[in-house]
């Protein structure tokens, strides 16, 4: 595989180099780049199977430069030092990331995944999808994929009416009834859906608000849904659900 | 001789005076008494004169039920004569009829032709005649004598004679009159006024003297009373007529008599009256008449909007005091949460410092693979640290744990082990990062460092039921528990516990530690937290 690393520390570029060659050695780095436009210039020339990209450089961000490529013929495994807006952006796209210092173990994962994906050949969609949130305006709602085996479903948050664990799977149950399952443990997604105001309302449960119709006192407290089910309430969350319903 | 026929014809008037005299009853000039008999404002006038036996003569100018007409009483007459004054050129225009007994039909529409007397033009009533209606045999009979004018022939005047004994009202009965029933009532009874009574029905045998009855109500407690003239109805059964009372004459609480009496003079009495009957009663103090229905409506309405705005005052209120306490709960909360942040946040420098002492300690041996590796634990510890996540799962716990720890080993080489109950969903639990984290820094620093490869740490979360035990134990040589150790992160620890029992109030967190020679123990129990 041709990768290309943009990152606008030089210093970085290197290390990430060294790593590559040491635990990903299939990794061929064709080409560095500390600017996008130098980016640019770079994947255009080179046309990569993966790009290594970091978020922050400094005035500009790397989606500037997924931007500028109106063709995207190729995986991004975005780099950052420190999870933020960016990172939460995607994580929404349920797309691959590694936080620096990078830890070899979580960088064989990555190119292992990026591998699956080149070889499946779903390109630029996610990405797309990617900038497509970004540009949207900070109130309205957010669109979270859903990468399952054979497709990845862009489903907006207010269609989630409730999440469910199963180990490290999770159930997603749409409006229109439709169920998901996600490979990706079921905290992951309370930790995206929870600042769009879902609920963990127990250890296997997240449940978004608009679609609960009452609280039952029954077993101590029980959430009824619109859709007829009932979603248990553990005790330690019950003064927190309570809270959040009753505003 | 002049004289004598003079004396004679004198001696014939006063023979034909005294006849007279003896025939009719006279007034103080010896005149015969001409009673006017007619309804006021009639305009037609009836004159009855009397023979002389009459004891009594009780002439009504007018009965209130009985206002197109008018009853004389007599008493002990045997013969009367009646008649009226007309306009000499409109006798004519007058039709009379003279009924007796209500059904001897004597005279029917007769024009007067007799003239009894004539007044002349300069008399007080020029050119007017005295028409006489007839002379009647009066012994205990009722005579009704009638007359109009052609030209208002719906307006007849009618006056009855009536010379019969009177008595009083026979078979009187009273009966209460509800919305849709009728029941009768005992004398002296106790009647429960509501807004279905509309009044008592009072009956008697008819009379042929009907209008001559009154009813007369008095409220024995308050001395007033109401003279009623009631039209009596015949009814078709038993010969009885009635007339009814309406409620509002008794709808006051308190005693009432009700009489009935034959009104055999002008104004007179029920009190001490021997014809009078009376019926009493006793209306009680009302349940729920004490207002009227309409009254009860709005008074309710009144009420029920003053309740409400009272109920909804006390709701606003209560929800804002509710609110308040809410508002104050949640800021209690989010203290305790802006605390625990702070305190979560507390790294020990000391082990930041030589954790990566430690990692330049791989560097200078060229163990560059060993040093990415804990330099991306410890990366992840500070990360933790940096992010101050309020939950997070027993997994991320686990590896945390496991990151320290594994630093830790890289200084002191000893043992541990970290393991979790089976039944355990360690995926999805979660719980308040890094809680045993201070007590392995003080297993590790204090327990089992000096011991080197013998030092054991050994961490387990366990299920107890719905209690979550997060256990720590190390074969370190213990310290005394009742002491205060401030170097040992206890403090902070036991300060971070009780901020977490200030948030979840209904899950409290309990702090055991058992120490002794043989090691030391910290049980950190989340009770219910499953």
């Given at each position: 595989?041709?990768?290309?690393?943009?990152?606008?520390?030089?210093?970085?570029?290197?290390?990430?180099?060294?790593?590559?060659?040491?635990?990903?050695?299939?990794?061929?780095?064709?080409?560095?780049?500390?600017?996008?436009?130098?980016?640019?210039?770079?994947?255009?020339?080179?046309?990569?199977?993966?790009?290594?990209?970091?978020?922050?450089?400094?005035?500009?961000?790397?989606?500037?430069?997924?931007?500028?490529?109106?063709?995207?013929?190729?995986?991004?495994?975005?780099?950052?030092?420190?999870?933020?807006?960016?990172?939460?952006?995607?994580?929404?796209?349920?797309?691959?990331?590694?936080?620096?210092?990078?830890?070899?173990?979580?960088?064989?994962?990555?190119?292992?995944?990026?591998?699956?994906?080149?070889?499946?050949?779903?390109?630029?969609?996610?990405?797309?999808?990617?900038?497509?949130?970004?540009?949207?305006?900070?109130?309205?709602?957010?669109?979270?994929?859903?990468?399952?085996?054979?497709?990845?479903?862009?489903?907006?948050?207010?269609?989630?009416?409730?999440?469910?664990?199963?180990?490290?799977?999770?159930?997603f149950?749409?409006?229109?009834?439709?169920?998901?399952?996600?490979?990706?443990?079921?905290?992951?997604?309370?930790?995206?859906?929870?600042?769009?105001?879902?609920?963990?309302?127990?250890?296997s449960?997240?449940?978004?608000?608009r679609?609960?119709?009452?609280?039952l006192?029954?077993?101590?407290?029980?959430?009824?849904?619109?859709?007829?089910?009932?979603?248990?309430?553990?005790?330690?969350?019950?003064?927190?659900?309570?809270?959040?319903?009753?505003? | 001789?002049?004289?004598?026929?003079?004396?004679?014809?004198?001696?014939?008037?006063?023979?034909?005076?005294?006849?007279?005299?003896?025939?009719?009853?006279?007034?103080?000039?010896?005149?015969?008494?001409?009673?006017?008999?007619?309804?006021?404002?009639?305009?037609?006038?009836?004159?009855?004169?009397?023979?002389?036996?009459?004891?009594?003569?009780?002439?009504?100018?007018?009965?209130?039920?009985?206002?197109?007409?008018?009853?004389?009483?007599?008493?002990?007459?045997?013969?009367?004569?009646?008649?009226?004054r007309?306009?000499?050129?409109?006798?004519?225009?007058?039709?009379?009829?003279?009924?007796?007994?209500?059904?001897?039909?004597?005279?029917?529409?007769?024009?007067?032709?007799?003239?009894?007397?004539?007044?002349?033009s300069?008399?007080?009533?020029?050119?007017?005649?005295?028409?006489d209606l007839?002379?009647?045999?009066?012994?205990?009979?009722?005579?009704?004598?009638?007359?109009?004018?052609?030209?208002?022939?719906?307006?007849?005047?009618?006056?009855?004679?009536?010379?019969?004994?009177?008595?009083?009202?026979?078979?009187?009965?009273?009966?209460?009159?509800?919305?849709n029933?009728?029941r009768?009532?005992?004398?002296?009874?106790?009647?429960?006024?509501?807004?279905?009574?509309?009044?008592?029905?009072?009956?008697?045998?008819?009379?042929?003297?009907?209008?001559?009855?009154?009813?007369?109500?008095?409220?024995?407690?308050?001395?007033?009373?109401?003279?009623?003239?009631?039209?009596?109805?015949?009814?078709?059964?038993?010969?009885?007529?009635?007339?009814?009372?309406?409620?509002?004459?008794?709808?006051?609480?308190?005693?009432?008599?009700?009489?009935?009496?034959?009104?055999?003079?002008?104004?007179?009495?029920?009190?001490?009256?021997?014809?009078?009957?009376?019926?009493l009663?006793?209306?009680?103090?009302?349940?729920?008449?004490?207002?009227?229905?309409?009254?009860?409506?709005?008074?309710?309405?009144?009420?029920?909007?003053?309740?409400?705005?009272?109920?909804?005052?006390?709701?606003?209120?209560?929800?804002?005091?509710?609110?308040?306490?809410?508002?104050?709960?949640?800021?209690?909360?989010?203290?305790?949460?802006?605390?625990?942040?702070?305190?979560?946040?507390?790294l020990?420098?000391?082990?930041?410092?030589?954790?990566?002492?430690?990692?330049?300690?791989?560097?200078?041996?060229?163990?560059?693979?060993?040093?990415?590796?804990?330099?991306?634990?410890?990366?992840?510890?500070?990360?933790?640290v940096?992010?101050?996540?309020?939950?997070?799962?027993?997994?991320?716990?686990?590896?945390?744990?496991?990151?320290?720890?594994?630093?830790?080993?890289?200084?002191?080489?000893?043992?541990?082990?970290?393991?979790?109950?089976?039944?355990?969903?360690?995926?999805?639990?979660?719980?308040?990062?890094?809680?045993?984290?201070?007590?392995?820094?003080?297993?590790?620093?204090?327990?089992?460092?000096?011991?080197?490869?013998?030092?054991?740490?050994?961490?387990?979360?366990?299920?107890?039921?719905?209690?979550?035990?997060l256990?720590?134990?190390?074969?370190?040589?213990?310290?005394?528990?009742?002491?205060?150790?401030?170097?040992?992160?206890?403090?902070?620890?036991?300060?971070?516990?009780?901020?977490?029992?200030?948030?979840?109030?209904?899950?409290?967190?309990?702090?055991d530690?058992?120490?002794?020679?043989?090691?030391t123990?910290?049980?950190?129990?989340?009770?219910?937290?499953?």
């Amino acid at each position: 595989m041709r990768a290309i690393l943009v990152d606008d520390e030089a210093a970085n570029l290197e290390n990430l180099k060294i790593l590559l060659a040491k635990y990903c050695p299939d990794i061929k780095v064709v080409a560095c780049a500390t600017t996008i436009d130098e980016a640019f210039t770079q994947v255009n020339l080179h046309q990569p199977d993966l790009l290594f990209l970091d978020i922050q450089m400094g005035k500009t961000t790397g989606f500037d430069l997924l931007n500028k490529l109106t063709l995207k013929t190729f995986e991004v495994v975005f780099v950052t030092a420190y999870d933020n807006y960016g990172i939460q952006a995607v994580k929404f796209a349920a797309l691959d990331y590694l936080l620096k210092p990078v830890d070899p173990d979580e960088l064989k994962i990555a190119v292992a995944k990026a591998e699956i994906r080149i070889k499946n050949k779903i390109h630029g969609e996610q990405l797309n999808f990617l900038l497509s949130q970004i540009k949207k305006s900070e109130s309205s709602i957010p669109k979270i994929a859903l990468p399952q085996q054979h497709e990845i479903r862009y489903v907006s948050v207010e269609d989630i009416v409730r999440c469910v664990a199963d180990n490290t799977y999770t159930f997603f149950f749409l409006a229109n009834g439709d169920q998901v399952l996600i490979s990706k443990p079921l905290k992951e997604y309370s930790d995206l859906l929870k600042p769009h105001g879902f609920i963990r309302t127990h250890q296997s449960h997240l449940v978004n608000p608009r679609f609960v119709k009452s609280w039952l006192k029954e077993d101590g407290g029980t959430l009824l849904m619109d859709t007829g089910d009932k979603i248990p309430v553990s005790k330690p969350n019950r003064e927190m659900v309570k809270e959040v319903l009753g505003k | 001789m002049k004289k004598i026929i003079l004396s004679f014809l004198l001696l014939l008037f006063a023979i034909v005076a005294h006849a007279q005299n003896n025939k009719y009853l006279v007034d103080e000039y010896g005149n015969p008494k001409h009673y006017s008999v007619g309804v006021k404002y009639s305009k037609c006038n009836i004159f009855l004169v009397v023979d002389s036996g009459t004891k009594h003569v009780t002439p009504f100018e007018y009965l209130n039920n009985f206002p197109s007409g008018n009853i004389v009483l007599l008493k002990g007459a045997k013969s009367i004569e009646i008649e009226s004054r007309i306009q000499k050129d409109s006798l004519s225009f007058y039709r009379y009829s003279i009924i007796q007994n209500d059904s001897i039909v004597i005279k029917k529409d007769a024009i007067p032709t007799e003239i009894k007397y004539r007044w002349g033009s300069g008399s007080i009533l020029p050119n007017y005649v005295a028409a006489d209606l007839g002379i009647f045999n009066a012994v205990n009979k009722k005579i009704e004598v009638q007359i109009y004018r052609t030209d208002l022939k719906t307006r007849v005047t009618s006056v009855i004679i009536y010379n019969k004994p009177i008595f009083a009202s026979k078979s009187l009965s009273f009966k209460l009159l509800g919305e849709n029933s009728v029941r009768s009532i005992n004398n002296n009874t106790s009647l429960a006024v509501n807004g279905s009574v509309k009044g008592i029905r009072v009956s008697m045998e008819n009379t042929d003297i009907n209008a001559l009855y009154s009813v007369v109500i008095e409220n024995l407690d308050s001395h007033s009373s109401t003279l009623l003239n009631p039209k009596w109805k015949r009814i078709k059964l038993g010969g009885m007529v009635i007339a009814d009372i309406g409620v509002s004459e008794f709808k006051l609480p308190g005693r009432y008599r009700v009489s009935v009496y034959p009104e055999t003079s002008q104004y007179a009495s029920w009190i001490n009256n021997k014809l009078s009957r009376d019926f009493l009663f006793t209306t009680l103090k009302p349940r729920t008449s004490l207002f009227t229905q309409k009254q009860l409506i709005i008074y309710g309405l009144i009420l029920c909007a003053i309740f409400g705005a009272i109920f909804g005052a006390a709701v606003t209120y209560i929800k804002r005091k509710e609110a308040q306490k809410l508002a104050l709960k949640h800021r209690d909360k989010e203290m305790a949460r802006i605390q625990l942040a702070s305190v979560r946040s507390q790294l020990n420098p000391h082990f930041l410092f030589n954790a990566l002492a430690g990692i330049q300690m791989l560097m200078n041996k060229n163990e560059t693979d060993k040093a990415n590796r804990y330099l991306s634990k410890f990366a992840r510890l500070t990360r933790n640290v940096l992010e101050n996540k309020e939950l997070i799962s027993l997994t991320a716990e686990k590896t945390l744990l496991d990151d320290y720890l594994q630093m830790e080993q890289l200084r002191f080489g000893f043992q541990y082990k970290i393991s979790a109950s089976a039944d355990l969903d360690t995926e999805n639990i979660e719980i308040p990062a890094m809680l045993l984290q201070p007590f392995v820094e003080n297993a590790v620093k204090h327990g089992v460092a000096e011991k080197g490869n013998a030092g054991q740490i050994e961490i387990n979360f366990i299920k107890q039921g719905t209690d979550l035990v997060l256990r720590m134990a190390d074969n370190g040589s213990g310290f005394d528990t009742s002491k205060n150790y401030d170097g040992l992160g206890l403090a902070l620890s036991k300060n971070r516990v009780s901020l977490l029992n200030s948030i979840y109030k209904e899950t409290p967190f309990v702090l055991d530690i058992q120490s002794g020679h043989s090691g030391t123990t910290v049980n950190i129990t989340l009770t219910q937290w499953l």
